[in-house]
Structure formats: structure tokens, C-alpha cells
């Protein structure tokens, strides 16, 4: 049983796909090996247990799901902690090149999606059911029947993907999906792979640009680059879950002198991560990116998103975001 390397030794980046993937290292697992034969016969199990949901078409379970239910199959086969399950998983994951959601197995729901969309999914009784992301007040959770919905029909004409919350509650407060004509998605901080996969299908099947709003650090940054380009552990799944073609809005070092905004030091860490994007080679030729790499060490400040609320409630939506998606050129805005 070949199996492929899915340490940073073994991941390259694929200049057609605009991400991060698995290159061709494998290992093996010989019946043969008896240290090997427990895995392997774990990985068996767990490839018919998920086929048999697959199969059955209305049960998902997550990975914390799947280690407890590892019980009910004896001593032999049982996992006695959970990393084992999440590593035989994401074995899995790499060997057929798919995201553990095409086999039922699921993150636990994360994010939500606020906009003029109608989608159509099957419930858990399997029964088909149409819902529009309007008809309720703080948007529709994004959870692996979401993700794998239909969608049936939409009058937006961007997405914009936000870091926050707490952001993401203002701009449905300030109707910025109707001032946009856009679909509002709350990424909760990093987004999740059911949020990444939306996002992904939304653009790629419905045209729709992606607009990234996030905190002006180097970590919001880096929430930014996992959508476009992948993260380096989900590198054998990436090509599934990344938006080579999403922009980055900001918020950007420039603005944070620009609209002086209430900011802090930046730690160690922050800049570490700063020179590490500098050298990267998903990032080598944007040109925009480097420079505000290039300011961010400058002025060796940060800023939280919410900073913009300084001036009021309105400004986020009708002068900071209009200025920001005209400059990248988002369709509809003058």
C-alpha cells in the first residue's frame, strides 16, 4: 500500500494550479511489516466505514465523531487517540486526492454566508429543500450540506470575505450586500475547509470575483493567503479549497497610515512571518503585497480591522470599501 509523504519535504508549488500540493514521495505499508498491520487494517476500516456513508447518503460524522465510534470495533482496531484517526483520515485524503468531506467525514460548521442566494441541498431526512441566505437575520451557517449545495439562483455580483465577526455584523448592518451587490461570508478568523470549499465553487461556478477584508497584520494576511493559495498542511487537498484569482483588500500597513489608525507594535513572530511571505513564491511577483510587506516592517505597527470605526459606523461601507474595491477594480462599483 503506497500512501504519499505529507511532511514539508514533500510539497511543492504547482505554478498551473497557483497553490501548494503533494509531490510524487510516497511510503509504503507492507501486510508483510507487522508494525504496519495495525494502521493498515485501521485504514481499511475506515475506508468502509466511510464508503457505507457515502453509500447511505444522509449521515456525515466528524473526525472527533469517528475516533469515539472506533470503539464499537474491538480492541484490535480501536484507536486509543485521536491524532491516530486524524492521521489515517488525511492518509485517505491523499491517496484517493479528495477532501475528507467527499466521504462524509466532517469539520465541525464554521462561518456563515449573508446575500442574495437561493441554494438547494438535501436535508439530513434527504428530502430537497431551497433556502435563500436573506431569510434569516445573521446569514446561513456554511456546513458540509451548504457546502456541497446547488445553487439555484443569485443576483450578487462579488463576494467579500470577512476576518471577523464582529466586521462581518456591521456590514450586514450597514447593508453593504445590497450598496455591493454581494455575498457577505464571515470567516470566524481562519477559515474553515467547508468555507474555503463555498468560496472556491462560488467563483469558479457562478463567476463571482472574491474580495478578502481582514486585519492589518501578518496573520490576517496569512487568513488571506490560505484562500488563494492553500496552507501548507492541507497541501495534498489544496487544489480542492484555494482561489487562485481572490484579492486581498486589506485592511494594508499603507492604511494604517494613511487613515492613522489606532495600531500596535508588532511582536517578533509577526515580523518573522513578514519576511518569510517576502520570500515566498506564491507572493515573489505581487507587487502590491511586497510593498505593504515593505511598510508593514517600516513602521512596525498592526491593526485590527475594527480600528476603521473610528470614523463611525458608516465609513467602513461608504468610503473605506468603495476605495478599496474601485482600486482592485471589483465589477459594479464606481
Known amino acids: 500500500m503506497n500512501i ?32 504496519h498491520i495495525k494502521k493498515m487494517t485501521q485504514l481499511v476500516k475506515v475506508a468502509d466505514f466511510s464508503k457505507q456513508l457515502v453509500k447511505e447518503g444522509t449521515r456525515h460524522v466528524t473526525k472527533r465523531e469517528l475516533y469515539y465510534i472506533s470503539e464499537s470495533w474491538g480492541e484490535k482496531l480501536k484507536f486509543d487517540e485521536q491524532p491516530e484517526s486524524d ?11 479528495e477532501p475528507r468531506e467527499a466521504i462524509n467525514i466532517i469539520p465541525n460548521p464554521k462561518g456563515s454566508i449573508y446575500g442574495d442566494i437561493a441554494m438547494r441541498f438535501k436535508n439530513p431526512k434527504g428530502k430537497m429543500m431551497t433556502v435563500n441566505c436573506l431569510d434569516t437575520a445573521d446569514g446561513q451557517q456554511i456546513g458540509p450540506r451548504m457546502t456541497e449545495a446547488e445553487f439555484a439562483k443569485t443576483s450578487a ?11 462581518y455584523n ?19 478568523g481562519q477559515a474553515s475547509r467547508s ?78 512571518r513578514i519576511k518569510e511571505l517576502q520570500v515566498d513564491p506564491r507572493y515573489e511577483k505581487d507587487k502590491r503585497l511586497q510593498q505593504e510587506l515593505k511598510v508593514w516592517l517600516k513602521i512596525g505597527r498592526k491593526a485590527e480591522q475594527q480600528a476603521i470605526l473610528r470614523y463611525g459606523f458608516e465609513f467602513v461601507v461608504d468610503k473605506y470599501l468603495p476605495a478599496k474595491l474601485k482600486e482592485l477594480k471589483a465589477p459594479g462599483i464606481r
Not at 508549488?13 to 507487522?34: P, V
Not at 455580483?157 to 466586521?167: D, K, L, P, V
Request: proline share 3%; with cysteine.
Open 4 to 35: 504519499p509523504i505529507r511532511s514539508t519535504s514533500n510539497i511543492v508549488y504547482d505554478e498551473k494550479n497557483l497553490c501548494y500540493i503533494l509531490g510524487n514521495r510516497e511510503f509504503s505499508r507492507s501486510a508483510g511489516n507487522i508494525r
Open 87 to 97: 492521521e489515517i483520515v488525511e492518509d485517505i485524503e491523499a491517496m484517493i486526492s
Open 157 to 167: 455580483n462579488i463576494i467579500i470575505a470577512i476576518e471577523t465577526t464582529g466586521m
Open 170 to 188: 456591521r456590514l450586514i448592518e450597514e447593508n453593504a450586500h445590497e450598496k455591493f451587490n454581494a455575498l457577505l461570508i464571515n470567516l470566524g
Open 195 to 272: 468555507t474555503r470549499r463555498i468560496i472556491k465553487r462560488l467563483n469558479e461556478e457562478l463567476k463571482l470575483p472574491v474580495y478578502i477584508f481582514c486585519d492589518a497584520d501578518p496573520f490576517g494576511l496569512h487568513i488571506a493567503t490560505v484562500i488563494i493559495s492553500g496552507s501548507a498542511k492541507s497541501a495534498h487537498v489544496n487544489k480542492h479549497l484555494c482561489t487562485p484569482r481572490a484579492q486581498w483588500i486589506g485592511v494594508t500597513a499603507t492604511d494604517i497610515i494613511e487613515y492613522k489608525l489606532r495600531s500596535d507594535k508588532l511582536r517578533d513572530l509577526d515580523i518573522k
